[in-house]
């Protein structure tokens, strides 16, 4: 098997423990690149890196009761990233019996249900059960109130059942590519991953006829209205790679573009406006450091 990539959503009420379990799956690699103020806009909340596979969690934010009450819009925009990812994590504590919030998701999650990846219900903090009928209880009791793909107990604090947890979600991803760098820290900036996704897309389309020092900037970043307007400069060294890259009547940069908006659009939750140009530099790379720095700096 080739390598295997996506996009998990998860999504629950606050403090059921998705964090924790997030941080449980992915373990000492984690690469939080979320809960920065100014990327709220940014819904990856981590990324898995494994040998042969990579999954990407993308949060929902928003799916709450804020304090001034149920906000439509911000679930609207919540509720966006969920047809967008492979699968789905709904999170719920074993004890759940319903409640506003939660019967608010599960009303969502229904009345989307045709645009819906598989749902999995993870009923979580079974740590806490006093013994073994308690969770059976919880299942049974959760598990006509939506198709479940599959509904999976587990501790996120302790462990129990994770390992089951990760072969499916494992299982559930497909081929694709390795999105973000094994060593990705944690602050990278938006401008960085969006010039990565990027270069990214450049390989894949032009199935790595281009070589891997190219270059990518970006030039503008901005939020005008609705959308996040975002123009790159691709960098490449003699004029045939120039060629290969915007392809017979721009075909090929005009995919480069369509395909590395939808990711950005999914990685950053917001609609993308993406124009991209390509530059001959023939001494670029003694600029790629500073180009490096360019990506580095919001
Ligand atoms: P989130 O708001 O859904 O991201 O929830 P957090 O991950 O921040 O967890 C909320 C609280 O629940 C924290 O105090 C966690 O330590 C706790 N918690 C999370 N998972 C478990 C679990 O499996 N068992 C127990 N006992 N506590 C947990
Ligand atoms: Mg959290
Ligand atoms: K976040």
Redesign the pocket.
Known sequence: MSFRSGFVGIV?R????????MGAIIGEKISIISDKPQTTRNRIMGVWHGDDFQVVFLDTPGVHKGKYGINDFMLNTAFSVLSEVDILLL?VEYWETGGQEFNLLLGELRSRHRELPPVFLVV??I??AEDKHEILESIARQKDLFDFAGIIPV???NGENLDRLKALIVEQMEEGPRYFPEDMITDQSERFLVAEFIREKVFVLTRDEIPHSIAVQVEQFVTEENRLVISACIYVERDSQKGMIIGKRGAMIKEIGSQARVDLERMLGTKVFLELHVKVSRDWRKTSARLREFGYTE
């Open positions: 629950g606050p403090n059921v423990g998705k964090s924790t379990l999170v979580n903090k740590d806490l501790s996120a604090l």
